[in-house]
């Protein structure tokens, strides 16, 4: 199984340790790109207006002035670093070892700076948007698209795809629709439906913590997968086709 997961907006610092090395992060092909979104991200990171160019407000400039020292800010593993609403609902602190393990193996976090990441692979915090558009690079979804596309062919063929990314971040990539299935919200009152916007976050955090925690062999179909989600929700499957992901919605009493 492979689930695959957006960064937190909100990125918590390595309290200290080893810089990130690039050559030990999982796809290694990708190592010389990543480099250069590096360089690139320090120099925007340096300018007079980099606070405009990054999309970000004021409050947020330690976190652009850490962008121009990312090869020796320490590291810690992305489970960590990245510590948004998602990933709070996910908790891996506090999941089994045996649990820890298959999360290690299942989740891809998909990076604006990355590429592509291991949920225990070692990096340090920083401030970009999978949105931003950098000199020489353009924007990073256009920018990683066909190198995430040849990264990832192996790892998305093992099995199942559970993508629970936002928009913004699967722009970058998109896997074998035939294999791969969205993850939405929806609550439900006095029989109307709405979109669950910022709480998706926590309940897709929620549902990747299910597939962790589940007893049984992971969910090999898209069948599958809704049999599990309906073990704690009422959920749906739309079927995909040739060219769409199939998507399931898990429904919340409003």
């Known amino acids: 199984m492979l689930i695959l997961l957006p960064p937190s907006e909100g990125k918590t610092p390595a309290g200290g340790g080893a810089a990130v090395d690039l050559a030990t992060l999982s796809f290694p092909g990708l190592e010389a790109h990543r480099r250069l979104v590096m360089e690139r991200l320090a120099e925007v990171s340096g300018r007079h207006d980099a606070l405009e160019a ?11 002035d850490r962008n121009r020292r990312l090869h020796t800010e320490p590291a810690a593993p992305a489970h960590r670093v990245y510590s948004g609403v998602l990933y709070e609902a996910l908790g891996y602190a506090s999941l089994t070892p ?5 999360a290690d193996a299942w989740i891809v976090v998909v990076s604006a700076l990355w590429g592509a ?3 225990a692979d ?7 948007s999978m949105s931003t558009a950098l000199p020489g690079l353009g924007r990073l979804a256009s920018f990683w698209k066909p190198l995430l596309r040849d990264a990832l062919a192996e790892r998305s063929a093992e ?17 074998p629709p035939e294999r791969t299935v969205t993850v939405d919200v929806l ?5 109307k439906r709405t979109v669950v916007s910022h709480f998706a976050k926590h309940h897709r955090g929620e549902f990747v913590r299910h597939l962790l ?15 599990a989600a309906n073990e704690r929700w009422t959920a749906e499957l739309a ?11 898990l429904i919340l009493e409003g």
């Open 213 to 227: 925690t589940r007893r049984g062999k992971a969910p090999g179909t898209p069948a599958a997968l809704l049999a």
């Open 122 to 128: 070692a990096v340090p915090a920083y401030r970009l």
């Open 159 to 175: 099995g199942l795809v559970v993508d629970c990314r936002s928009s913004t971040y699967a722009a970058a990539y998109a896997p």
């Open 117 to 119: 990441v291991g949920f």
């Open 187 to 191: 609550t439900e009152r006095n029989g």
């Open 54 to 64: 990054l999309g970000v407000g004021a409050s947020l400039t330690d976190d652009v």
């Open 239 to 249: 079927e995909g086709t040739a060219r769409r992901p199939h998507s399931l919605t």
């Open 98 to 102: 045996a649990q820890r393990r298959k």
